[in-house]
């Protein structure tokens, strides 16, 4: 035994110091050093394999939150800061566009959904404050070039409107004129619509209508009549059109077409 114990003094056991025992910790095991609990820290960073997202916080482990101040959000707060001024920048140094640029531009607007006279454009370009000068520049110039032509709206609207709606020519005038079309254009246009295509328009608009026609020959009459004279046909021309086509719907309507004297009754 004494043998024993000299072996252990020396350099035996007791010539190792003791390792000193944590409290705190179970079976005397010593504390981790600082610096393993470091590394442990650096791994989690480096996202070692089972590590949990979140940090002791609760917020997202290296996720930079709106707060962060970071090296790396400074920079790139920076970085986007001075973009958004560049930009802001840029929009203020832009050259404001002259009052005549403008202007072509509502013309454009208005000339791509159909086309327009100069007094259409003219009302629109005073609807936003253009001055006259700068409105008469630009008029001027789309008639120089063919952009903006009364003439040839006033004869695209007449052919449009008389054969797709039966519209006669007191209407059609009429329609011109509110589209600020000149008496004298106008005029001119409405001569490729002469009686005899008046005549012709008029009675198959009343063909058409008289399929389905209810009543007694002179409820259609009436009604046939006042439609034509809503689309501008002068009451002779209408009342002629109805009466030829009861005459060829049937008897009872022949009959009542017999006793209808258009001139008598376009005198009244």
């Known amino acids: 035994m004494a043998g ?19 409290p705190d910790s179970p079976d005397g095991e010593p504390r981790r050093s600082e610096s393993r609990r470091g590394n442990a820290g650096t791994d989690r960073r480096r996202g070692s394999p089972g590590e949990s997202a979140f940090g002791t916080d609760g917020a997202p482990a290296n996720i930079a939150g ?9 920079k790139s707060g920076s970085a986007r800061s001075g973009g958004a001024g560049s930009g ?9 566009r002259s009052e005549s640029e403008i202007a072509r531009e509502i013309c454009l607007r208005q000339l791509a959904v159909r086309p327009r006279t100069r007094a259409e454009l003219a009302k ?4 936003k404050e253009i001055s006259e000068e700068v409105i008469a520049e630009v008029l001027d110039r789309y008639d120089e070039v063919g952009i903006i032509d009364d003439a ?6 007449v052919s449009s409107r008389h054969h797709g709606r039966g519209l006669a020519r007191r209407a059609l005038a009429n329609e011109l004129r509110q589209h600020g079309v000149d008496a004298e254009v106008a005029t001119e246009a409405l001569e490729a619509v002469d009686d005899e295509a008046e005549a012709e328009a008029a009675r198959a608009l009343v063909d058409r209508k008289l399929r389905t026609a209810r009543g007694t020959p002179d409820q259609v009459f009436r009604r046939l009549v006042g439609m034509l004279a ?9 009342i002629r059109a109805v009466k030829d086509a009861l005459a060829a719907r049937d008897a009872e309507a022949a009959e009542f077409a017999d006793q209808i004297d258009p001139d008598a009754m376009t005198d009244q």
Do not use: E, Q, V
């Not at 040839?152 to 609207?157: H, I, L, S």
């Open 88 to 96: 802001n920048a840029g929009s203020s140094d832009a050259t404001p």
């Open 230 to 238: 809503r689309k501008g046909y002068p009451a002779g021309t209408a």
């Open 66 to 74: 709106p707060g962060s101040a970071g090296p790396g959000s400074a």
């Open 4 to 22: 024993r114990r000299g072996a252990r003094s020396g350099r035996g056991w007791d010539a190792i110091p003791p390792r000193s025992s944590d």
């Open 152 to 157: 040839a709206f006033a004869r695209a609207w």
């Open 124 to 127: 629109a370009l005073t609807r």
